[in-house]
């Protein structure tokens, strides 16, 4: 289902991305070298865990993801800039990626905040207008339950996040099986999926 993963190369799309959350920014890729005791979700403790016993400092940027045919992504991340001034990628990936595509942002540091990822749909479909809008959704109930996204434990009220979960479950599911918005809805109803779940989806967003 949802599987981004790290751009095989840098195309047109991600320059457009890369505009947007750094002009002028230079990607780089960079292998991943997993620290131990490092976690998936974790480049921020990571980094300072690394900062504090092998000096050096935290580097912050952007890394970039793509979903195929479906979206490119910038994630808010963190590498180890080593006291010699190389870029290291030291948290392991979730599925096990090799490197990964970084755009160091020289204006930004790392204060504890809620970044959401930023994305951009690869073309225009309802279906990924909503899974972007249903997935931007899940970061604000988090960040209003004061919970910062991906740094490990979330404990956010079930009733409020259990129904976006699944929404992006089931986009995620459509979009892979590349279902457009006049196409008969996933959920078997006979409508297409604009007049069925969309709708429902575009009345529960708006
Ligand atoms: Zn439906």
Redesign the pocket.
């Known amino acids: 289902m949802y599987t981004t993963t790290t751009p095989a190369r840098i195309d047109a799309s991600l320059h457009r991305l890369i505009d947007k959350v750094t002009p002028g920014g230079l990607p780089t890729y960079l292998d991943v070298r997993p620290e131990p005791g490092a976690t998936v979700n974790g480049c921020f403790s990571n980094v300072r865990a690394k900062v504090a016993r092998d000096g050096g400092r935290m580097l912050c940027g952007w890394q970039l993801w793509q979903w195929p045919r479906v979206l490119v992504e910038a994630e808010f991340h963190a590498v180890w800039l080593s006291p010699q001034g190389r870029m290291v990628e030291i948290t392991p990936k979730p599925h096990g990626e090799r490197s990964i595509l970084f755009v160091p942002d020289a204006r930004r540091d790392y204060h504890g905040e809620v970044v959401d990822n930023v994305r951009m749909a690869l073309h225009d479909d309802q279906l990924v207008q909503h899974f972007i809008r249903v997935s931007r959704a899940i970061v604000q109930v988090m960040t209003r339950s004061g919970q910062p996204a991906g740094q490990g434990h979330v404990h956010v009220p079930a009733e409020q996040i259990a129904p976006l979960r699944q929404a992006q479950r089931f986009l995620g599911c459509a979009i892979e099986s590349e279902l457009r918005e006049h196409d008969p809805?996933?959920?078997g109803?006979g409508?297409r999926?604009e007049q069925?779940?969309g709708h429902e989806l575009e009345l529960a967003l708006a």
Do not use: F, T
Request: hydrophobic letters at 25%.
């Open positions: 809805c996933l959920c109803s409508l999926y069925c779940h």
